[in-house]
Each structure stands twice: as C-alpha cells, then as structure tokens.
C-alpha cells in the first residue's frame, strides 16, 4: 500500500507525466499546504503582538467584500463534495487504498478555510497588502487545477462523471477569485501605486454594538456577531446602555428622510391623477432595495424546499430497490479492445475500469453524477446540505424584511410626528381627528405597516410554492394530484371572503379601541376631578360599555381568524385526502410508497405557507386599513403659521455631529444648546448678561413652500405654500456682524431692536376667523387691529367674547376666512398660554426652553417673577423635576414659571393669555409691575394681554374690547372713557367693588414696607457678593450660584428713574395663590425626581403571571382547549401513520405480484379508516381554534375589569408620580396585545409544541437510535434557548420600557402645540422625538435580531436531526427492521421538525414578550387602593351632612406614608352655614388642607370631623358625593353638556337649564343647535377655560350639598360676571359652608372669617375685620400689599 495505490504502474510516467494522475495530485498539494503553513505563522504572530492584542474595533471591508465570501464559501462545498466523491469511488475500489484521491482535497478544504480565516483578520487589522498572498495562492491553485482537469481528460474521462464536474467548478471558482483580487487591486490601490488609498473603519462604529453592517459576510448570514450581546444578557440582565447608539442607516432621521422624498414624489404624482397619494407605493419606494434582496432570498430559499419531497421518493425507492436486490457483483467479460473503457454497475454505483492488452480489468472507478444522485447515504447528504443552505437563505429573507419594517415603523412615526407639529389646531378641535387617533397612529398603525413589510414577500411566495407543488404532483400521481391542489387553490375565494369580513372586524376592533383609549386617557387626565365629584362609576361605566362594544368584536374577529386559519391548516389535509382516495380510482393504480410520502412531504409544504399566508392576510389587511387612516391625516391642513415672524428656531444635530442634511448648518442657522446646558463662555455669559439684551439678527429671506419636516431641522422652517418665511435663526456671537451694540450713559449693554418698514408689529386687516374647517362660519368677524411696536395692548372681554380665539388668529391657529394677518418680519414672538404648559423636565429646563443659560440673565427672571421662595423650597431648587402637567407645582406657580420662559427668551412680543388670573392680586401685581412695565415696556418690547384685571388698564397704550366674536371698540382709555362710557362705567364700577374690599394704602404702610425691604436687602447683597467674586474661576461654584442663592443688583437703565430693584420678599408678604400642592421633601429623592422610573421586571416571566392569566381565563376553557389540540395532534399522526401504511402494503403487493397477474389491490378497507381519521382531523382542528380564541377573549374582559378597578382607585399621589402615557401604556399597546396577540401566539405554540413531540415520537418508533440524537439535539436545544431567553427577555421589556417615552413626549407636545409654534421650537422637539424613537428601536431591533440569530441555529439543529433520521431510518429500513415506507415517514416528519423548532422558541419567547404586558397589567392590579380604614364604621348615615359643620382636630397631613407631613397640628371649627376664605403663600398648606377633607391626602394624625362624624369612618364614595368643589383648573369630558353636568341622568332639564343660568351660561348654550346635546369635545376645547369653569360652578349648583369648596372658581372670568357669580354664590349657597380659597381679595372680604396658613400651620382664623385692625397679622400685610 503506497500513497499512489498499489496498482502495478501507479508510479509510472510511461505514457507521460501529466497521464500520472498521482504525480498531478501530488502537485496541487503544494500551494495549499504553503498556504496552510503561512496563514497559521501569520495569524498566530500577529495575534501575539501588541497590535493583535488591542479590542478597538477597526473593522473594514474591501471591495467585493461579499462577493469573495459568496465564492470561497462555495468553493468549500465543492471541495468537500470532492472529497465525498473521492471516498465513493475508493471505496468501491477493491484493490487498493487510492490516497492522492483523498488527501489532496483534503488539505485543498483546510487551506481554502483558512483563507477566509486569513482574509478576516486583514480585514480586522486593515492591513490589505496581506491579499497580495491571496492572489498568488488563487493563482497557482488555479493553474495546477486546469492542470488537474487536462490529466483527467487523459484517462479519457467522461462527462457523466462527477469528478470532471467538481474540477471544472473548482477551476471556475479559483479563476473568479483571481479576478476579484485584481478589481480589489485596482480599485483601492492598495500596493504598485505611489499614493496608496486608505480604507477607513466606518464611522460611529465604536458608539454602537449593532454590527450588522460591519461584520464579516458570514457573520452577517449567521448572525454570529450577536454572540457577545447574547452572553452579556445570559450573565446579567441587560441595559440600554450595554446596547450602545444606534448605526446611522438605523437611525430615525436617516429613515424619515428616505420615507418623506418618497412621499412628496408619490403626492406629486397623485396630485396628477387627481387622487390621494398610496402609502404602500411610498415605502416601496423608499426601501425597495432590501426588500428586493429578501425575495430574492425567498425565492430560493422556497425552491430548494422542493429537494426534500424528491430526496424522500429517492431514498424511500432506493432501500426498496436495495432490500429487492442481493447486493452482489458480477463483472461481464472484458472486451478485447486494448485501453478501452466500459461501465459495470455494482450496488448501482458506476465505475470506469481500464482495460489492459492482456484483458485484465485495473485502474480506477469514478463515479457518475447519476448514479451519486440514485445513492440513498448521498441523497441523506444532499438533504443535509440543500436544508441548511433553504433555511439559510430564509432566515436572511426575515431579517431583510424585518429590518426594513423597523426602518419604516420609525419613519412613519416622526412623519406623525412632524406633521403633528405642523396640524392645524381645527382639526382636532373639530374632533375629526382626536389625541388619541393621532396616537394611535403612531403606535398602532405604525406597528402594523411594520408587520405588513414583515410578510410582504408572502403575497407572491405563497401562490409560487402551491402552483410548484401541484405540478409536481401532477407528475407524481396525474390528475387526483391536480383536483386536490385545486382544492386548495379554492380555498383561496373562501379565505377573502373570510378576510373581508375580519378587515371589517378589525376596523370595528379599532374604532372601539380608539373610542375605549380616548375615554381612559380622559379618566386619566381628569382622575383628580373625578375623584372630587365621586364620579368613578360613571366614567368606569362609560369605559366599561366601550370595552363591551370592543369584545365583541373581538369575539368576531377572533371567530373570523380561527375560520381563517382552519382553512389555512384544513385545505392541505383535504386536499391530501382528496388525492389518496382518487388516485386508485382515476389512475387504476396502485399508491406506491416512495409517490405517497413525497406527495404527503409537497401536501406539508403547502401547509406552512397557507397558515402563515392567512397571518399575512391578516397582516395585510390592518395594514391597509392603517395606510388609508394614515393617508388624510398626513394630507390635513397645516397651521397658516405667523407671517414674517422670526420666532427662535435652533437648530439639531444628529449623535455624530453632523446636521441633519448631512452638512454643516448654514451661516444663518445656530445651534442652540441643549436645555440645561451649563454655559462655559464668559463672554456668552457678557452678551447675554442684562435683560435688556435684544437679539434682532439681519439674515437674508427666502421663500419656501413645504411643510415642517424633519428634513427642515438647521435653519430654514417651512409653511404652507403661498405664506413667506425665511432663514430665521438667532445670533448668539459676541462681536457678530448681525448685532449693532450701543452702550448706555448707565453703563449697560443694550442690544437695538431692529425693525422693518412696518410701522406696527402685528397688523390685522379685515379678519375673519373660523374654527369649522368645512363650514368656514367665522367665529370671529371684521377684525382690524394695529400692534404697535413697544407698547402695551390690552384685551378685554366677558367670558366667551372671543378673546382667546383673538390669541389664535394672530398667532395663525385659526382658519382665516378673509383678510391678511402681519407681523414685523423681524420679530420673535413669546407667549403665555392661559393654561400653562410646562415640560417633564426641571424648572430651569422649563425656564430656559431650549435657549443659552446665562446666569445673571436667569436671576433676573426668576426675581421679576417672584420664584426664588417657591425655588427655596423644592428639593432640589430649580433642579427639581416638574411633574407631567406641572403636578406638583401650583397653578400659579406653573403660570409664573411660563411668564419666566417668556421673559428669559428675549421675544420682541410677548402675547400672554390671561396669565394673572391664576396669580393672587398681590403677586399679580408684582408680576405685573416687574415684568411687563419694567422689564419688557421700558426695553421696548410689545406686549399683547388678555385679561381680565381691569385694573391694569391704566398702563395700556390701548385697550380692545371684545364683544361675540367682534371688536366692539378699541383705543386708549381715555378715548374709551369719551366715546364708550357705559363700557367704562361697568368696568369702574367693578373696579371700585373690588378696591373698596381690598387694602388702602397709604404712606405709613409704604415707609415701613420699604424700610423692611431694605433690609432684607443689605442682609442678602452682604451675605452674598463674595460668594459672587470667588464664584469666577470655578464652573461649579457658578452652577451652585445659579440655584438662586446669589442676588444680582439691578442696573439702572434710565438716568431719570431710580434702579429698577427687584428683591426677595420675606415669605410673610409674599402670598401665593390657591390650587398650589406642598412640595413635598422627599428624602430618597434629594435630586429631586417626582417622576417614579418605571418598574421594570428582570429574569424570566414569573409563573405566577401564566397561572394568573390562565386564571382569568378560565380553568375549565384551558383545559378544554389542552384537550381539544392534543386529540388534534393526535388524529393527523394517525392520519399520517395510516397513509405510510396503506402506501406500504400497496407497494408490497406491485413487487410481489406476478408479472402476468392483472389482480388489483383492495384499497376500501384503507380508504374507510383515512377517511373517518381526515375528517376527524379536520373537525377538531375547528373546534379546538374557536374554543381557544374564545377563552382567550374571556381573559382579555377579566384583566381589563380589574385593571380598570383597580387604577380607578389607587390613591391621588399615583396619578402623580406616574406619567399619563404610562398609565395609558397599559389600557392601550398592552390590553391590544392581550386582545389580539396572545391568544393567537399561545395557540401556535401549543400547536407547534405538540407536533414536534408527534414527530419525535414517529422516529423513536422507526428506529430507537433516534432517541440519542434527540437527546443530544434537545440538550443542545435547552442551552440555546436558555442563552437566548434570557436576553430577549430583557430586551422585550427595553422595549417596553423604552416605548412610555415615546408616546408620553408626543402627548406632552400634542397638548402644547399652541406655545411649541409661538416659540419656533419645533425642531427641538423633533430631536427630543426621534431620540425617544432611536432608543426604543435600538432594544427592538436587538430583539429582532436575536429571534434570527435563533431561528439559524435551530434550523441547523434540525438539518442535523434531518440527516440523523434520514441515516438512521434507512439504516433500519436496509436491515429489514423497519418498512421503507416509515423510511420516508420519518424523514418528512423529520423536515417538519425543522420548522417546528423554531417556531417553538420563537413563540415561546414571543409569548413571554408578551406575556410581559400581562405582567404590567398584574403590577397595575396590585397597587394600593383608597380605603376607609375601619370598614365597620361606614354605615351609611340618611341625609348627612345635614347642617355643614367642619372640625379639624389635631389634624396633620401628608401626601404619601413614607414622607413628613405638610400640614402639622391644625385644630379649627366652622360653623353650619358659615363662610370661610383661606388665603397662605405657595407651599402654606391651602389646598391640602381643603382636599383632606375629601381624603385626597393621608390623614396621619388627628382627626376631621362633618357634622360630628370623623370622616375616616366614611365610605369615600359617600364623602366625596355629599361634598361639593370647584376645582381650579376646569375638566370637561367627551359627550354632552347633558352627561357633564349630570353624568346619571336623573336631573330635570328644568334644573339643568336653571343652574345654567345661575353662571351665565344660558344664553351660550341656548344659542347651540342640540342645546343640552350639543356636544363637548374632547378636553372641552370647544369652550373656553373661564365658560369651563362656570360649567363647574352649574355642576356645584346641582349637587345640592351642604358644603361647598371653591378652590380658585372664578379666576379666568371677567371681574363683572365674578361679581354677578359672587352674588349668586351667596344667594344659592345662603344656608350652606363655603370655604374658598381665593386670589380676588374682594371675595374673601366679605365672608364670615378668614383662615391663614403659613408652613402647613394656621397662623390665623378670624373675621377679616379683626385681622386688618392687627396691623401685624399676616392677613392684614397680604391687604397692604394687594395694590401698590
């Protein structure tokens, strides 16, 4: 035995040396062993070395890239067919051991894996002179394969051989890699040019961990480089921030730009053809070039399906042919031509054998192609290799796909967003369009565009695989085969019938989801007031009767989606049994095994794609549903916007520094810094140091006609065509060209205000405006107003004048019916919204709005606007976190805090909506004083207000009277007094009510105030100003100083008056207003978060959630349903098992039947139990799908009655520690996935679950080695699972976590759109938007990748089981223990398999996704609720309260358990009928002390007493309905005016119509079309918030209660319709206890005693007469000070 063999003449070279075909292999041995032997040292001593060792990641990839791993990897194939083939043809051999057949290709494959080894690592290393090794290796072994293939051309060898096959390939594919190394060379130079050209890493690739785009080619299609995420989420749980940032091509901005030019092209082209634009078209066209490349791995990917059902007929017919056959050889006589070459066939392998002259048959044997095919073990190979590389290419196909569908689901979320921004305030307040629609629009129909492109290639796919497989059918088994496909093909008309009617379904589920989501979202927003009222439920009913409209068309879509997916699962398995039973019949044939169980394998084919086509169906079809809700939202009118305003634009930048347009920002655009930013430029901090700075930048104009995008993100903003704009961005450098600076005799830096050729600042000529879009009936008529610059124009008005639509129209919110709306071109604009708006971020954050922070500007600010107290008393001073809302700060700390952000944003105008109304007198007046007539008139800035303080009408320049939606005059008021005096009277009239009640000044009180003030002064400047000169050289001791602890003196800016000098007014004198809530000091939280982080659970879904959710669904539905799909599975088995064995018997009777014979074989006997089993089969598969949808409905109603239950009536503090869109998380995206999702995921994996154990169980049948693979397999399955469990666990609820944001920042904007576009901050908070966006993709699309790295590997665990059942099962079958029929049963459950692995985990892990939104439904459903603490005592006590005594005794306070309390040791009594007025500074303890009585807050000591009876034993249900309040800030909810003022429908329209008038609102209603249904939107936007709050007074009026609390009730309504309420109030409410907490100082005046708090204690409880004769008495100084 020899290296040649041990054939004479093996080692001669006689004939020629290339005819010694051992020499030839020898040869080709050489380069790859020098490759073998250099690749090792390289790799091995680079590795060693410094550089080797270093983990920065510097991943490059050369040109042709993929295309070299494409070929190398295919080249290794055909090597290690080589090798095969080599083995084959040895070993029928029988003389000697050939090994230059076998080594040489083995050391070939060694090399060639090494190679791309090598070729990594240069790759890593980015060192490409190491491919000019390469090249030289692709070479030579090119060469001396050409010259392998010449020598086997020698011996004559023929075509049909398979060894020539596998030469040429292999010369084919050296020969390409040759070229590739050339075009690499020539392309990147890289060596033989001077200037060689550097490939760098590419950029950002050290922020992300997702490698997708810059992992090696097989990497990328096994998902290998997910590996190191995988393991740290196996060990830990992982958090965002272990993810890293998202690639640039992933990045929201990068999406919307591709979706956004596709949208405009696709209007465009619509706009043609006169119809709206196709959102499918769009996002095809955005993103159809992955799209592409995943069909095209579809497509084959679906085609090498088909090698399994032709694999099983050849194996199954193989070991039938070898069971018939005796194995032996017999060689026929050797002819007597010299050399020549004849076949002999031994065990069906062919061999060529040269023949000597003396007729002695030697040499070699090769093996032919088809006779390699016709052999059973290569045909196990041939499946083995066609089942990785199919599922390969599919796996690839969904990550294609899918990654595609995150990239849209992005885009089309900032598109809703954007457009939010840019919507005009009628649609939503025609409730065309709701808050909750437009939500919906970016959470669910987003997710089901996202879906759709998940199972876009289905749509093609599907079809192609039923036609491939009924033509080869058709072959198989003629014209039976073609009636069952069209069987199926028939089920198609059925299955669009049934999806019709699930899309008309689904449209319903969405519409009542929308309906029942706006109504919690309501409830959510108002729970305060509908705590007060005692009204939960009512709003709980009204939820409820949505939720049953919901689940029942629920339940109808479910029936709807189990007929869907019967007939998906059914058609097969009738179309299967169609075909058995006619074959016999039509063909007169007998059903042979090996056609029987390929047909049985191509019928299963059929059946995978039909159940997920009816998914996609599904898919298709909310999708489509979602696109035409998507399209008229994105097509609706957009706000007019503010013609030639400037506004303050900024701009954004992406996480790479780069703008948005992937340029550097304009020279007109800026980039502002982020809120909060701390300022390290001391001449930033000189330019903007007084407030008298004024930025007016002179930039070129230029039109545009777009709409806001996020594409228009650096300096440019545009607005519908025909409205001007131009580039408007500030200049923040000191010394710029756009700034003209003077210096002032005082020394201080003044800025110019710069103003156009327009003489006013806002000019409205011949106005009308209209809140209808479709009716344009004007709301406001003949408007004709002229602004002038640097003045102050007040507007007035009783409630509902139109003096807020006013606001609108100027601001461009309205629709303008006719005239033209001007402003200043200049000018940048600032307003104070009447509801004040404020951010979840800090105070200062909310102050500063985006703009610079310059330190001396901001005290100045928070001076003027008298907040330094309220900062001393937050937690963390104005770093305090401002709750959702603003809840923990009052309402006139909110509105204060508003006026500040306008005041620090330097606007030219300022429009403020009423914002004193929410203020007591006297800090009005301070406010008023300090911020409009020093800090803003005397820098001549323009002041618009709306108001309703007449008292202040004596500092305008002009003054506005609005009267039904008309200027009724307008003027000095002077003017107003001569030509409108019965309009002047009224309002002095008014005014004297209120002087005469309020303080009187005089020059005693003013001499002692000032002395008082002063010093407060000399002690604050003293203990100061060293804190001020040690503070310039430290960054830190700055910020510590801009917490409000340093005093700036004010510098004069006038030589005529004295400094302006705003100081920080002793708490005594500084009252605040009503609704304020104590800041609580929260001592686990010194920085000051209000905002809880939301609970996140880590580890595996407890299994007290599955039995939790099982248990609301019912034990008896589970285990039905359990029941129903074991039967199930176990009936197709049967079914299955009985059809091997009828094809096994038949096939046994064609073999053993005489030639002659014409007896035909009995096929009744089997066709009678097939079909009693098929359609058992079939029934229950019906049954069982209905039933489980049904159960899981049942489920669904459970959770969402207890969820509502329960947050119905956990206490107040939770609503304010937790955000809305957390709260509405919960009945939205989680109560949808429990609805929809998780009864249908729970159903495919018991399904999958229990057809793999059927599939298991039919191999350890056949063969019981079986059972150590699947041993094996299986614990290599647990592992993998495990691995990947636990880190898509984690990400899932990223996810999750990461989804609140989102939506909690888009309703954050949606409720502040007005001020957003005042201020021009649109493009800040787009970047906020698609950062929320960015960060809850990133765990998303980790998590989609997870599921492929999974599904690859389980696919290659199932290949391997495929192999090791084919092998195992034929092994049996040739040793005669096992029919070969079972063979081929086996093998096609084998393939089955497959699939049913990765289904198992991928539902399996899905459900866990899921099941996490029943785990937050379960957190929600274990929160504390409000109790009565001893239960026993709350017997409902007929007509309490019946007189109205109060008594607190002893009573402190405090909002939470865990915290100190805010209100300490108060003890008072009011007696029956009794007025009481309440008045404190902010933080004093007003509001809590009326809200306990309603047990809003934790009552820790003491006791309150009603009539005698301790509240505390009261149900709270019956407390709070038997007290009345009026809260200050107005809640109206979706219905009628009827439901809002009487939700139980029990009142008299009588008494409705009574109370209206009571408030003055008669005349309003009664002017309505439906008058008492006239309908109420959603928020009550189409009222304004003073007609709000009088609707609040009707309710109070209705309630008839004996106590009566009005927390601030009057504050947005004029001062002469307050005195006619005020006259009403004690008229109606004579015999009854008021407590009012007010900041009109006129109504407490008249009331029986007045109460002061002071830090959570009553300082104060007399008549108000008494307290003012006390000079020294906190009430008295709060008079003194009211009017200076």
Known sequence: MSFCGSRDGSLSVRHGVLKNKCFVDVLNIIPHAVMIVISVVIILVWRKSILGQLKAKTWVHFKCHSLRWIVTLTLTFVIALD????????????????????????????????????????????????????ALYWTSSCGLKLLKAFTLYQSEIQTVHLRLWTCWIQVALYASLVVIEIVVLLLQRYACYKKCRKVHPAPGLEKTRYYATYANFLSRVTFSWMNEILVEGFKAPLTIEQLGALPQEEKTVTNYKKFFNAFEVEKQLAEKKNQLPSLHRIYLRAFWPYIVLGGICRLFGDLLAFVGPWCIESIVNFAYSALNSNGTVKLPQAPSLPNATFYMIQNGDNVTVDVTETGVPHKE??????????????????????????????????????????????????????????????????????????INHMSMDANFLMMHLFFIHYIWATPLQVVICICLMYFKLGISAVLGGLLIVLSAPVQIVVGRSMSNMQKKCMQHADARVKKCNEMVQGIKVIKLLAWETFIAQGISESRKRELKAVMMNAIFKSLFTFIGTAAPILATFLTFVLYPVLENQPLTAGKALSTLALFNIMAVPLVLFSLCTSTMIMANISAKRLVPYLLAPEVEGLQGSQGHVDSIKTDADESLHGDEPEESGVLLQPMGVKDKFDALNASLCSLNSHMSPRHSRQNSSSSLGLLDLTAEHHVNPGVPRRHSAISLSVGSDHHQRRRHHSNV????????????????????????????????????LKIPHGKLVMVVGTVGSGKSSLVCSMLGEMLKVAGKVTWCRNSNIALVAQKPWLLNTTLKDNILFGSPYSWKRYQKVIECCALQPDIDSLPAADGTEIGEKGVNLSGGQKQRVCIARALYSSADIIVMDDPFSALDAHVGRHVFEEVVLKKLLQRKKTVILVTHQLQYLNYAHSVVVMKEGEIECQGKLSELKRLHPEIYNNWRKALKEAKNAEARK?????????????????????????????????????????????????????????????????????????????????????SGKLIKKEHREVGSVSWRVYRSYLASCGPLLVTLSLLLMVVNQALLVSTNIWVSHWASDSTMFVNNRPPNSTEGFDNSRYIHVYVTLSVCAVMVTLVSGFVFHFTGVVGAKTLHH??????????????????????????????????????????????????????IIVNCIGTPYFIIAAVGVAFLYVLLERLYIATARELQRLDSVTKSPVFSHFSETLSGLQTIRAYKAQSRFQQTAITSIDTNVLPFLFNQTANRWLGVRLDYFGAILVLVSAVTSLLAGLAGKIDPAYVGLCIAYALMVSNYLNWIVRNKSELEMMMNAVERVEEYKKLDIETTPAADSSTKVSGWPSEGSIEFCDVSLRYDTNQDPVVHGVSFKIEPGEKVGICGRTGSGKSSLTLSMFRMLDISSGEILIDGRNICHVALPELRSKLAIIPQDPILFTGTIRYNLDPTSEIEDSKLWMALESVQLRDTIEALPEKLDAHVSEGGENFSIGQKQLFCLARAFLRENKVLVLDEATASIDLETDNKLQKVIGTVFKDRTVITIAHRISTIMKYDRVMTMEHGQLKEFDTPSRLLKDEDSLFARLVKHSYK
């Not at 796996?395 to 899918?402: D, E, G, K, L, P």
């Not at 340093?1046 to 500084?1070: G, W």
Request: glycine fraction near 4%; charge should be negative.
């Open 1002 to 1086: 005089d020059s005693e009180t003013l001499q002692e105030d000032h002395e008082d003030l002063m010093t407060m002064r000399q002690i604050s400047t003293t203990s100061n100003l060293s804190e001020v000169s040690s503070s310039s050289s430290s960054e830190d001791k700055l910020n510590q100083e801009a917490n409000g602890k340093v005093l700036e003196v004010p510098m004069t800016t006038d030589a005529k008056k004295p400094a302006d000098v705003v100081l920080d007014q002793p708490k005594s004198v500084l009252i605040e207003k009503t609704d304020e809530k104590i800041i609580e000091h929260d001592q686990s939280s010194p």
């Open 365 to 438: 044997y090769f093996v032919t192609v088809t006779d390699f095919l016709n052999n059973g073990y290569a045909l196990c190979g041939v499946l083995f290799m066609s089942t990785l590389l199919q599922h390969t290419l599919l796996q690839n196909h969904h990550y294609f796909v899918i990654r595609e569908g995150i990239r849209l689901r992005s885009a089309v979320q900032a598109m809703v967003y954007s457009k939010a921004l840019s919507l005009s305030s009628l649609v939503l307040t025609s409730s065309k369009t709701t808050m909750g629609q437009i």
């Open 83 to 134: 090798i095969v083939e080599g083995f084959i043809s040895d070993f029928i051999d029988p003389d000697s051991v050939n090994y230059h057949i076998l080594i040489p290709p083995c050391i070939s494959f060694i090399s060639t894996v090494l190679s791309l080894v090598l070729y990594h690592n240069i790759e890593m290393w980015n060192s490409p002179r190491f491919l000019l090794m390469l």
């Open 749 to 784: 830096s003044i800025e110019e205000t710069q103003y156009d050729d327009l003489p006013y600042a806002l000019e409205i000529t011949d106005g009308s405006f209209s809140w209808d879009l479709e009716k344009r009936e004007p709301m406001l008529k003949n408007i004709q």
């Open 1202 to 1255: 207890d969820l509502l239950h329960r947050v119905m009536n956990v206490p107040m503090r939770f609503f304010d520690t937790n955000p809305s869109g957390r709260v509405i998380n919960r009945f939205s995206s989680d109560l949808s996935n429990i609805d929809q999702k998780i009864p249908g995921t729970w159903e495919s994996f018991l399904r999958c679950l229990f057809a793999t154990f059927g599939a």
